[in-house]
């Protein structure tokens, strides 16, 4: 797959685990990328509120989901799950938006920031801030979402 660093703009970077949701976003030049405290995950999906605060706020235009896939590039049962709630995510947002393979981002996280045995949500918003450091480097393009199909 070739990869192309993508066009600037104020990108939201998510990384939805069970439990939560760890948040980073950029400036539309991808100078500086920042952390958010993380959210919890509800079952009514309320976090969305906070999400779309965020977006406003910060000005955002697009967002990323990481899909952590396996050392294969295969889909695994939370990659599922991350192509579902990025989904949700997209047709309740209207916004340009695309997946990213985190594999191993949690690891990288942990590495890279020396955080262990983190119960507050911090990395999970690392690991947001890695999947959008990746995604400046290589892409992809944000698409729009037809149908039930990324294009």
């Not at 995950?41 to 952590?68: A, M």
Request: glycine share 8%.
């Amino acid at each position: 797959m070739k990869y192309c660093k993508p066009k600037s703009k104020s990108i939201l970077s998510l990384d939805v685990g069970l439990k939560r949701i760890g948040l980073a976003y950029c400036d539309s030049l991808f100078i500086t990328v920042n952390i958010l405290p993380a959210l919890k995950r509800e079952r009514n999906n309320n976090e969305i509120i906070i999400i779309k605060e965020h977006i406003k706020k910060h000005n955002l235009t697009g967002f990323i989901v990481g899909l952590p896939l396996d050392e294969a590039g295969g889909m695994t049962s939370q990659a599922l799950d991350c192509k579902t709630y990025g989904e949700f995510l997209f047709n309740e947002l209207k916004l340009p938006f695309s997946f990213v393979n985190e594999h191993s981002s949690t690891w990288e996280s942990t590495n890279r920031f020396g955080v262990k045995k983190d119960k507050s949500g911090l990395i999970d918003s690392l690991s947001a801030k890695i999947i959008l450091e990746q995604w400046i480097q290589e892409g992809p393009e944000l698409k729009e979402l037809v149908g039930n199909k990324q294009i």
